[in-house]
């Protein structure tokens, strides 16, 4: 299984980005999926995941009303919309995915933002 994130880059606060997650599996193998981000000398922290098989999508508290996790399955593909973006939310940002009791990382990509 291969995870490869795009869409990270350098951008303003208050500003937005969109992150995608491409798998060379189809996305409905997945118990689940997410977003995880490491900043510099921190713990790697979740940000949103969702379950593939539908339900309700988990965020953490400090991204609830500015991101949201979507997936298309067509595209074998997961999103993050990430808008009012502040200098905190820098960090590598990682895509997850578990498939029954196995857990899968991409490589990560970078998001900075500028205050």
């Known amino acids: 299984v291969q995870l490869v994130e795009s869409g990270g880059g350098l951008v303003q606060a208050g500003g937005s980005l969109r992150l995608s997650c491409a798998a060379s599996?189809?996305?409905?193998?997945?118990?689940?999926m997410g977003w995880y981000r490491q900043a510099p000398g921190k713990q790697r922290e979740l940000v949103a995941t969702?379950?593939?098989?539908?339900?309700?999508?988990n965020y953490a508290d400090s991204v609830k009303g500015r991101f949201t996790i979507s997936r298309d399955n067509a595209k074998n593909t997961m999103y993050l919309q990430m808008s009012s973006l502040k200098p905190e939310d820098t960090a590598v940002y990682y895509c997850?995915?578990?498939?029954?009791?196995?857990?899968?990382w991409g490589q990560g990509t970078q998001v900075t933002v500028s205050s």
């Open positions: 997850y995915a578990r498939m029954v009791i196995v857990g899968y």
């Open positions: 599996e189809s996305t409905f193998r997945f118990n689940v």
């Open positions: 969702m379950p593939s098989g539908g339900g309700s999508t």
